[in-house]
């Protein structure tokens, strides 16, 4: 019997997280005519997906016909450094055209060329014009159109809630554990198929564009269920956040900035980006300023500016330029866009059209006008291409009747994702995972949810009420995120990272201490303290990969192993909960590339 | 550096009232950083809603010295902090604790506006042609990051309580997007008309005075399908083919 005091909400699947993968994977499950529920830590509509800003990638074709999957799907492996699930990289690749235009016959609005189709621009890593787009706000843009279509699909939607606990029948996972944040009572979602859509990890660093809800939930339930993660040590920090004023620090400045003409110099007005070009893409980068533009003009002749190389070196050059003295003001470097008015008559009208939300985020937050001067921008953490490990056509994880999709899901991206290709993911896997999900409940049906299970579940998340008057729980978030970004940062290496797994352990002994005080009913203090045991789950994982791969490769640096190996060429990193529940890892081959793909990825060279 | 004091709506119910907090404020800060760092520093149990802190989620709504407001996007240095810097829950929606208030109506009236139906593709691929200049209007209107404080601000919620009988200014707009959305084919004027009771709206401009996208609310959405509840509804010319017509579309 369970708890009378545990309502129950009964689905075929639970979706857990309303991000764009969240929502992708209800609208499927829903069409193929299963009841589903959809559990979400914030208002609908308000998930992280919202702030995308640059674009979707798919290779439509629409502004340089040469595009195709091919070139996609050989720009995606090249960007993750092969580490990539390749099985993941060739249906995303494929798949992307599709699951964008479907969105057209759902409302959504992308600019639009000249002759009315979608239009597409240029972005890191991308060899053609490919991010359908709509000016800065794409994701609004997706997320809009999918809530509005999604709430006439008999879609059940739980907003604000939070699951603490997958519940499980044997092997398999059979629904989940929760509360209501806003009465903070106990509900059981039982589900005969669970979607993991949780999105990242930002939340465990102190500079992040992340908003509070990505703490790892979906990583550390699935981590706790038994499943395994993957790629754990690759982070994105994307090169371009904002850095002053403080409390700015972090938030995303999109890498379209670059995408329209957008130049980094140091202090010495040098456009330092051509000083370093990785061998990967040394016949792809323009030669000089003049290609450079010709390129973001759309000149098919020209090559990309290498401010549109990939994230990870973008990053790191900028860290370099502000360690060996070349940094602007407040610890970053320079990113002009207003320079464009050398070549463009309307340059600032230009520059509002097609950044909007970028002119309106420096005018009011940092009284920057950047259509007449330059911003600061540096690192801020921004994707986690690691999580959960899923079968590539199916999207289930390791656990049966558990799956993921989105950024919780790893594979795709392999040690480095291109923007973009984020958006597209969350489309093409939401639906997968969806699809699947609803097969899998069909076939399977309820499991057993064991009272004892929830019982002890409740007792868990209600400990931090019998410790009234301990340790407040932001002492704490905040030391980790101190601590991660010091430790397991950009630029690693083995002492650091050593300290860091003995700071995790001392962490969590303080996290198993914190008290919080009063009512249960929207009480963000309990909130952060349940928070905190994903935050630590899942910087274990990272610390605990980025440890194991001596090399440095993708969003991953180690500045005392700064080369790419070919050993850690030929594996991804696993980890797992041990049968005495801590934390193990292996090294797992990484399968061979099909010949068919392999040529794909010769001939793309 | 400087230390202020905000008063700030706490509790629930009838319990419900200003609590004054003091907390530094240095350079740069908005009001939502003030409030997190109250709670870090103070009060943990403080709460409120907050997603992006950069203006695009509308999660953060509240009023600021009596005006609403994204806490993300206010800042400091705007207020004058001589005197108590006061933040209380939008008014217009029932109250739940603190900052936070049910806003479950805005998405209720939303599902019964009638969804996007577009017309047959325009290429056999199943793709349509659009031009920029058609669709720069519906993009603005796209541009809603649904933090209701429209809704907050219109009179005919907030003082005359018309939740059953009125949309309210973001589903107008909502609904122009719709309406005006060049490949759209369905008609939701019958219902702007009667459950959205667009009528109540006297284009005061208030919403449009608070939008933080910036959107024209009063001018480019209300007005225009105020125009087509007219054209459809009380234009003579037409209420006579209605006549003749009784079964064309109302």
């Keep these: 019997m369970a708890d009378p005091s545990h309502t129950i909400h009964e689905h075929d699947v639970i979706v857990i997280g309303a991000g764009g993968a969240g929502l992708r994977a209800a609208i499927e499950a829903s069409a193929s005519g299963v009841s589903v529920g959809l559990v979400c830590k914030s208002l609908l509509g308000k998930a992280h997906t919202v702030m995308a800003e640059g674009g979707v990638a798919a290779a439509i074709g629409n502004v340089d016909d040469r595009d195709g999957w091919q070139v996609h799907f050989a720009d995606t492996m090249r960007g993750g450094q092969y580490l990539n699930n390749w099985v993941m990289a060739e249906i995303h690749a494929k798949e992307a055209p599709a699951r964008v235009l479907e969105l057209e016959a759902w409302g959504a609005v992308f600019d639009r060329t000249k002759d009315g189709r979608v239009l597409q621009r240029n ?174 003009l759309g000149d098919k ?48 009208e230009h520059i509002k059209k097609k950044l909007p939300s970028m002119y309106e985020q420096f005018k009011e937050l940092a009284n920057v006008d950047i259509t007449t001067e330059p911003m600061e921008v540096g690192p801020t953490t921004h994707y986690v291409m690691g999580g959960v490990r899923v079968d590539g056509l199916t999207q289930m994880s390791t656990v049966p009747g558990l799956f993921a999709a989105g950024e919780v899901a790893a594979g795709l991206h392999g040690a480095n994702r291109l923007g973009g290709n984020s958006l597209s993911d969350l489309l093409v896997f939401g639906k997968l995972a969806g699809e699947h999900a609803a097969r899998w409940a069909k076939e399977h049906g309820q499991g057993h949810i064991d009272a004892e299970q929830a019982r002890d579940a409740e007792r868990e998340a209600l400990a931090p009420y019998e410790r009234d008057g301990a340790e407040n729980p932001y002492g704490v978030q905040s030391d980790l995120q101190e601590m991660m970004q010091e430790k397991v940062g950009i630029v690693r290496n083995e002492n650091d990272m050593a300290a860091a797994l003995d700071a995790i352990a001392a962490l969590k002994r303080r996290a198993d201490g914190v008290g919080v005080e009063g009512h249960r009913e929207y009480n963000p203090g309990w909130h952060t303290a349940l928070d905190l ?73 | 550096m400087a230390n202020v004091t905000f008063r700030i709506w706490k509790g629930r119910g009838e319990e419900a009232g200003y609590k004054d907090y003091d907390t530094d404020i240095t350079e740069g800060m908005v009001v939502l950083d003030a409030v997190h760092q109250i709670q870090a520093e103070s009060d943990p149990t403080l709460a409120c809603r907050w997603n992006c802190k950069a203006g695009k989620c509308g999660s953060c709504s509240a009023e600021v010295n009596g005006q609403p407001k994204l806490m993300c996007m206010t800042r400091m240095d705007t207020l004058d902090t001589s005197e108590p810097v006061t933040i209380e829950p939008m008014r217009a929606f029932p109250h739940l604790r603190d900052l936070v208030t049910d806003v479950s109506w805005n998405y209720e009236v939303k599902k019964r506006i009638a969804p996007f139906k577009p017309r047959k593709p325009d290429a056999p691929d199943g793709t349509w042609r659009m031009s920029q200049d058609d669709v720069d209007r519906v993009q603005e209107f796209r541009r809603c990051i649904e933090c209701f404080l429209c809704q907050d601000v219109c009179h005919v919620l907030r003082e005359h309580h018309k939740h059953p009988e009125f949309a309210g200014p973001r589903h107008f707009v909502h609904t122009a997007a719709l309406e005006m959305h060049p490949l759209d084919t369905d008609s939701r004027i019958g219902h702007m008309k009667n459950e959205g009771g667009i009528g109540y709206c006297n284009i005061t401009k208030c919403c449009t005075k608070v939008c933080p996208a910036h959107i024209k609310i009063t001018d480019n959405s209300i007005i225009p399908l105020k125009e087509r509840v007219v054209d459809e509804f009380y234009d003579p010319l037409t209420k006579l083919f209605r006549i003749f017509r009784p079964k064309s579309r109302s």
């Design chain 1, 123 to 296: 972005f890191g890593g991308h060899k053609y014009p490919r991010l359908a787009h709509v000016g800065d706000s794409t994701g609004l843009e997706m997320i809009r159109t999918l809530q509005d279509h999604g709430i006439h699909q008999g879609i059940e939607v739980y907003m604000e809630h939070t699951v603490t606990t997958l519940l499980k029948d044997g092997d398999r996972v059979v629904g989940a554990f929760g509360y209501d944040r806003e009465r903070g009572r106990f509900r059981i979602y039982k589900a005969a198929a669970v979607v993991l859509a949780t999105g990242g990890i930002g939340r465990a660093y102190k500079i992040t564009s992340n908003s509070w809800e990505y703490t790892g939930d979906g990583h550390a339930l699935a981590y706790n269920a038994g499943a395994d993660l993957v790629d754990m040590e690759f982070i994105q920090f994307h090169p371009t956040g904002m850095v002053w004023p403080p409390s700015v620090r972090g938030i995303l400045v999109t890498e379209g900035v670059r995408g329209e003409g957008g130049r980094l110099l140091n202090n010495k007005g040098e456009r330092f980006m051509f000083d370093d070009i990785p061998d990967l893409y040394k016949n792809q980068v323009a030669k000089d300023d003049e290609e450079g533009w010709r390129y973001v």
């Design chain 1, 301 to 348: 002749e020209a090559h990309r500016p290498p401010e549109l190389l990939t994230r990870d070196h973008v990053a790191r050059c900028i860290v370099r330029e502000v360690k060996e003295g070349r940094g602007s003001p407040h610890g970053g470097v320079f990113l002009d866009i207003a320079w464009i008015k050398e070549k463009m008559k309307n340059a600032p």
């Design chain 1, 533 to 605: 045991a994903n935050l630590l789950t899942v910087s274990e994982a990272v610390a605990r990969s980025a440890l194991d791969r001596r090399e440095s490769r993708g969003g991953h640096f180690r500045e005392d192993c700064p080369d790419k190996s070919d050993e850690f060429a030929k594996h991804n990193t696993v980890v797992r909960k041990g049968p005495d529940g801590s934390m193990q890892l292996r090294r797992e081959a990484i399968p061979p590339l099909r010949d068919d793909l392999k040529k794909v990825i010769e001939e793309q060279k």
